[in-house]
Every structure is written in structure tokens, then in C-alpha cells.
């Protein structure tokens, strides 16, 4: 198993993944880095009320959201083969400075900032698909949750252990996003926007726990 699939790593992952969408939504004016459904809800809603400043205030990380899966993608295309380095420390690289640019950037660049998280993120759930070879999302929940109560379902109805282990990964997953979300919530408030380098530490520890990833 390699070492990106391990739920040691997805752990990790998933709380800075849960860091970062507190921090967007506390700290820079209530738009989420990761659930991008809320975005498409709020943007629609604006739109529809007349308020088209604010609907593109929700539109932007949308794209930026898409341009981070279109570039993961691209890098793991040009360098998978390479032997020097691996394709997902790339991705981390750039994520580690994405997000350091943003604990610079005042409370007037929000938009911006909220840009920077939400293509990061994206770069993060296109790199990372697996924990234990299980799909799953580090940057969100409802997926995880399907899967996970899907997998306990059938546990309850045919007591293949194999099911239950694979729930446990995915409730989990969930959980360590959902302390990730609440210690972000709270530093939010005490340290202020300079929260999200929480989050390049974390990656940090990440591609240090890659340096012997299997290619």
C-alpha cells in the first residue's frame, strides 16, 4: 500500500481539509474552500435576488475549484513517471505555498484568498482518492458519508467484517474533519487569518511521510 493511502496521511488530510473551510467561512466572509454545493446555493440564490456582486463573490471559488482539478490532473499526467520526486509531492508543494500566500493577504482580498483556498482544495481531493484502497474525499463529507453508511448497512445485513472495517475508515475520516473544522472555527478567532498556515504545517508533515512513496 502506498503511503498516500494510508489512513495516517487521509487523517491528516482531512483535518487540514476541515481547517480550511472553517477558516474560509469565519475569516473571509462566509464562503466555504471545500463544500462547493453551498457555493452554487448562494450564488444562484444572489443571482436570482439581483445581487450579482454578491453571487460572483460565490461564483469565483467555483471556477478556482475547477482550475485546481484541471492542473492536478496535468501534473500527474507530465510527471508520474518521475523518478526525482513524486507527482502528489508536486501538488503539495504548490498547496503549501498557495496557502502560505494566503495568511498574508488583508481582510480587503478575500475574494482572492478564498480563490487561492478553494484551487488548493480542489488539488488536494484530485490527488488524494484513496485510504486502504477505499475512494474517498479528504476535503469533504457527504460522499464519505454515503459510503461509510452504505458499507455499515451491509455489515447489519450479511456481518462481513471486511464491511465494518471499511464504514469505520469512512466515520473515521469524517470525524477527524469535523475536529479539524471545530479547532479551525476557534483558532479562527483567536489568531485570525494567519490560521490557514496551521494547514501548511500539516502539509508539511505530509510530503515528510511521502518521501518513500511507492510509484
Known amino acids: 500500500m502506498q503511503t498516500s ?7 491528516l488530510l482531512s ?9 474560509t467561512y469565519n475569516m473571509r466572509d462566509k464562503v466555504f474552500a471545500n463544500a462547493q454545493t453551498g457555493n452554487v446555493v448562494l450564488m444562484s440564490q444572489n443571482l436570482m435576488q439581483g445581487n450579482f456582486m454578491q453571487g460572483l463573490h460565490y461564483m469565483c471559488p467555483l471556477f478556482s475549484f475547477a482550475a485546481g482539478i484541471f492542473i492536478a490532473e496535468r501534473i500527474e499526467n507530465e510527471y508520474k513517471c518521475a523518478e ?12 503549501m505555498i498557495a496557502l502560505s500566500i494566503v495568511g498574508f493577504l488583508p481582510m480587503d482580498m478575500n475574494m482572492i484568498a478564498n480563490m487561492i483556498v478553494s484551487f ?8 488524494f ?15 464519505n458519508l454515503r459510503s461509510g453508511t452504505e458499507s455499515l448497512s451491509k455489515y447489519l445485513r450479511d456481518k462481513n467484517k471486511q464491511s465494518l472495517y471499511k464504514s469505520f475508515h469512512f466515520f473515521g475520516i469524517i470525524l477527524i ?3 479539524g473544522a471545530g ?12 490560521t490557514i498556515w496551521i494547514s501548511v504545517v500539516i ?4 510530503i515528510n511521510m511521502m518521501v518513500k512513496e511507492v510509484r
Open 84 to 95: 526525482k520526486i513524486h507527482w502528489r509531492q508536486i501538488i503539495i508543494i504548490i498547496e
Open 15 to 23: 483535518f487540514s481539509g476541515g481547517l480550511q473551510d472553517a477558516y
Open 183 to 194: 479547532f479551525g472555527g476557534v483558532i479562527s478567532g483567536i489568531i485570525g487569518i494567519k
Open 177 to 179: 474533519f469535523a475536529i
Open 203 to 206: 502539509l508539511l508533515i505530509v
Open 129 to 143: 482518492r484513496k485510504v486502504h484502497g477505499y475512494g474517498y474525499a479528504s476535503t469533504m463529507c457527504i460522499g
Open 120 to 127: 488548493s482544495c480542489a488539488m488536494q481531493v484530485q490527488t
Open 5 to 11: 493511502e494510508s489512513f495516517r496521511l487521509s487523517a
